[in-house]
């Protein structure tokens, strides 16, 4: 399985950003966003089952972040609106198979894109 993650850039406060996370090889996993700043752990944004099923969100992102699939293209996407500068960081989505209950947990997953940057000016 791999993963390949795009999208990321630099916006101003407030704009608005959509990564893609393409998966290759075996696609029946769970797909996660996570986020990582300089100097600080890589925390969960949002996660999506690729059977269906709710989503998942981080409190700190409900409400701005949308994460979605398409899967006759294999693609997991995360809109994210009303950005803030504390959203900066390298975003990696993820694949797994994690119970519910371990779906914010980096060690639920096994296979992990590279990595994009997003940079949010104030």
């Known amino acids: 399985v791999q993963l390949q993650a795009s999208g990321g850039g630099l916006v101003q406060a407030g704009g608005s950003l959509r990564l893609s996370c393409v998966v290759s090889g075996r696609t029946f996993y769970t797909i996660a966003w996570f986020r990582q700043a300089p100097g600080e752990e890589r925390a969960f944004v949002a996660a999506?089952?690729?059977?269906?099923?709710?989503?998942y969100y981080a409190d700190s992102v409900k409400g701005r972040f949308t994460i979605s699939r398409d899967n006759a293209k294999n693609t997991v996407y995360l809109q994210m609106n009303s950005l803030k500068p504390e959203d900066t960081a390298v975003y990696y989505c993820?694949?797994?198979?994690?119970?519910?209950?371990?779906?914010?947990?980096?060690?639920?997953?096994?296979?992990w894109g590279q990595g994009t940057q997003v940079t949010v000016s104030s």
């Open positions: 993820a694949a797994g198979t994690p119970i519910t209950s371990s779906l914010t947990r980096p060690q639920a997953y096994v296979y």
């Open positions: 999506i089952r690729w059977s269906g099923g709710p989503m």
